[in-house]
């Protein structure tokens, strides 16, 4: 086939909204929307991917993994390029943009500052992430777009003005709109969510980002990333009876711990892999975040064009049939680590409370729970999310539902269920998933988030109120769904969460207990069963998609002055040419501290647009080392004792810069920028820690931050809470050359301390800028 034709071909069934262009019909045939959809556009071919994977492989002169395949066919420059694993740095032409509405409040304002007219690269806004699941779909939603009517503007006209496809609220999660849509086998797609990985569950390379890279590669700039390793995860056996593809990467992260996948894409492979639906590859692949990966990804197989197909894109699986030997590991081809996981052994798994690599067999969690002094009583079940919110979940969710009923019970928990799309939860509906859901209990809430990001109004126990529920979610930090401190989240598959919730304790085994029948019967209920996809096709429900207009020179996109929830973008301070002296330690933080801790979500969401209001939230949930408390640390300046951003906005104002000190895998979680905007809005301009998360370390930097680590990891228990710390030999600051740090104690005496960076040369110029975001307007 001509590559122009192929090229054209796979840009007409990858533009945006290729759902409502029944793409399975003719490519003759016209389509139901404006063509101006697919401008612009960069998507990349299958020969211009093979081209690329040819030359890295003959100047590697090795088989290569399907991970790097994807990536380096995606290099900006594939002959010169450096290419070492967990070393160099790459230059990279991503196919696509995605960012969830609250990411894309700064995203967007950061691009809008950029002064580009119109994205260079297909991208979407999909609001998911501001409705606040309080009483059930359709009275969320409805109340969601009154509270957030000035936001929703916002988006839908920037996303008009610059040449973004905007989802409008109700549309579903973000990731299960990728993967209904816009992930296909080979794709390199990039999005302002740490749970973008989803897609590797159709073949694709999908990162989680901050909003400056977004902003980078929605302005045409080659895109980087730190060649990762590869950890292979090879599969054997088959899933059947109980187990379910969430056990696979609960075992994954109870294996590697929530930092072991840094650095590295994990790469499914073997027998097993075809024995998983495609929408279970994607949850595997979107929990990977949870173990630090830089992304997961499955090679393409025949649950994947099956998905393709069901979907409405048989021309992108016949076009994946023809490149497959691009679209899979080559044979003899290494890993960095192997993991053997036989999934006709694997038992269904339990994670948590407060870590999600904590994994425990289903049938011990009730006597670990005893052991621990866990709440056994279940309180409430969840199931859905951007993990765990297909139709084969509700499916199988629902036949446990079916045989409860016809036993006469209902959920002992209270239960609540997230469908993942529109899509999703209108096929549901029609199929009477829903209605047997709602029969055995359950409240259906809106396609959105909800309460897997803290967006619940929880009514049912206090706060403070030690409890516990479970989950088909992907984390469970403390606070993170109910901003309880007390409630003890676990997560695991939605036919667990159904089974518990029905039990209503953590002590039901449903593979060996008995559950007592209305009628006074003993019955155990038989393993779940749900179709991979529906019989009929899916029905698409309410259309939601705005795609943007040929023609925006009309279009304004208003940001008042005085809004409480959104806030244009002033540059920040270029580096003086200075070393950094007599830094104030604000806080040294003790132990975990993810973004959640950093900048938290819940009810914080509605600022996410507004830096200066959000800023308030800023390591409000970290603990003082000092007093082992929260928000309460020592102003140096004072003597009192205030909260985090009270005390850092007094530095400011009296032009006393400070520096975080932190443990080890800072910035764990979600990639929400805004846990590096705040420290760099509100006077930082260090961040110490032993070690770094990928994405929040990436997010700092974008921001004129220094993020550093001790050499020697013991230094962390030389810095005191009212040391000041000194960065010297920034005037010859340099990929690879450590820096210093004078650590000057109260009493007189200093230590100096070695300090390690990963900046390559073109992030050394974001410092020097004061941002990347600077250094673009720089090279402009």
């Not at 806030?567 to 950094?580: A, C, H, S, T």
Request: aromatic share 6%; with cysteine; charged share 20%.
């Amino acid at each position: 086939m001509n590559p122009i034709c192929l090229c054209l071909k796979i840009l007409l069934v990858l533009g945006e909204g290729a759902r409502r262009l029944h793409v399975s019909a003719a490519f003759n045939a016209k389509p139901k929307v404006a063509m101006s959809r697919f401008e612009p556009g960069t998507s990349i071919s299958y020969e211009k991917l093979h081209e690329n994977i040819d030359i890295v492989r003959k100047r590697l002169n090795r088989p290569l993994t399907l991970s790097e395949k994807i990536v380096y066919g995606h290099l900006d420059d594939p002959v010169g390029q450096d290419i070492a694993r967990g070393r160099t740095y790459l230059r990279l032409r991503p196919d696509r943009v995605a960012m969830q509405d609250a990411t894309a409040q700064m995203a967007m304002l950061q691009f809008i500052s950029s002064g580009l007219p119109k994205v260079a690269v297909p991208s979407t806004i999909h609001c998911d992430h501001l409705i606040e699941a309080q009483i059930g779909g359709v009275e969320d939603l409805k109340r969601a777009k009154e509270v957030n009517q000035e936001v929703y503007n916002f988006l839908a006209t920037a996303g008009a003005k610059y040449g973004v496809g905007f989802w409008k609220p109700g549309s579903g999660i973000i990731h299960q709109i990728i993967l209904e849509n816009y992930a296909y086998p080979g794709v390199l797609l990039i999005g302002t969510d740490s749970h973008t990985p989803n897609g590797g569950g159709l073949g694709s390379i999908c990162i989680g980002v901050g909003g400056a890279d977004a902003v980078d590669v929605m302005a045409g700039i080659p895109w980087e990333l730190k060649c990762p390793n590869v950890i292979g995860v090879k599969l054997t056996g088959s899933l059947s009876g109980w187990t379910s593809p969430k056990d696979v990467i609960l075992k994954v992260a109870g294996i590697l711990t929530v930092k072991g996948g840094t650095g590295a894409i994990v790469e499914y492979h073997g027998p097993g892999v075809d024995s998983i639906s495609c929408t279970g590859m994607a949850t595997i692949c979107n929990m990977g975040a949870e173990i630090g990966a830089t992304t997961s990804v499955f090679p393409y197989n025949h649950r994947m064009k099956t998905y393709l197909n069901k979907t409405g894109r048989a021309d992108i699986a016949a076009l994946a049939d023809e490149h497959k030997d691009d679209l899979v590991p080559d044979k003899g081809c290494k890993y960095d680590q192997v993991i053997e996981i036989n999934l006709s052994e694997l038992k269904p798994h339990i994670n948590g409370p407060f870590t999600p690599d904590l994994a425990h067999p289903v049938s011990e969690i009730g006597a670990v729970a005893e052991k621990n002094g866990w709440p056994l009583e279940v309180k409430v079940g969840l199931i859905g999310s951007c993990t765990n919110s297909s139709y084969e979940d509700m499916g199988r969710a629902a036949s446990l539902a079916k045989q409860a009923l016809d036993k006469g019970l209902k959920c002992k928990a209270a239960f609540t269920v997230t469908p993942g799309s529109e899509q999703i939860r209108a096929t549901i509906e029609r199929d009477g998933f829903s209605k047997i859901l709602r029969d055995v209990g359950g409240v259906v809430l809106a396609n959105a988030c909800g309460p897997c990001i803290g967006q619940w109004d929880r009514k049912d126990v206090k706060m403070g109120e030690k409890n516990t529920i479970v989950t088909s979610y992907n984390r469970n930090f403390t606070s993170r769904n109910d901003a309880n401190p007390a409630t003890h989240a676990f997560v695991t598959s939605p036919e667990i969460v159904t089974a518990l919730a029905i039990a209503g304790t953590l002590k039901f085994d449903p593979e060996t207990d008995y559950l007592t029948a209305a009628n006074g019967e003993k019955f155990k209920l038989e393993p779940p069963n749900g179709d991979e996809l529906p019989a009929r096709d899916f029905d698409p429900g309410q259309d939601t998609y705005q795609h943007p207009p040929a023609e925006s020179g009309s279009v304004m996109v208003d940001v008042s002055p005085t809004s409480t929830r959104l806030q244009l973008l002033e540059p920040f301070d270029k580096w003086n040419g200075k070393d950094l002296e007599d830094l104030q330690v604000l806080i040294k933080v003790k132990g975990k501290c993810t973004t959640d801790h950093i900048s938290a979500a819940g009810p914080w969401l509605k600022f996410r647009g507004h830096l200066d209001n959000i800023s308030n939230n800023m390591l409000i949930g970290a603990i003082n080392i000092e007093n082992d408390a929260v928000n309460k640390i020592k102003n140096r300046l004072t003597g009192e004792y205030g909260g985090v951003p009270d005390v850092a906005r007094h530095y400011k104002a009296n032009g006393l810069s400070w520096v975080v000190v932190g443990d080890d895998n800072y910035g764990e979680g979600s990639s929400r920028e805004h846990a590096a905007l705040e420290p760099r809005h509100l006077g930082g301009r260090v961040i110490l820690v032993k070690s770094f998360a990928r994405i929040h370390e990436t997010n700092l930097k974008k921001q004129g931050m220094l993020p550093l680590t001790f050499t020697d990891p013991t230094d962390y228990d030389k810095i005191r809470p009212d040391d000041k710390i000194s960065i010297t030999g920034l005037a010859t600051f340099a990929p690879g050359k450590p820096l210093k740090g004078v650590v000057k104690h109260g009493d007189g005496s200093q230590d100096i301390i070695t300090l390690n960076h990963t900046f390559n040369e073109n992030q050394v110029e974001w410092f020097h800028a004061g941002s990347a975001l600077n250094r673009m307007k720089e090279l402009q």
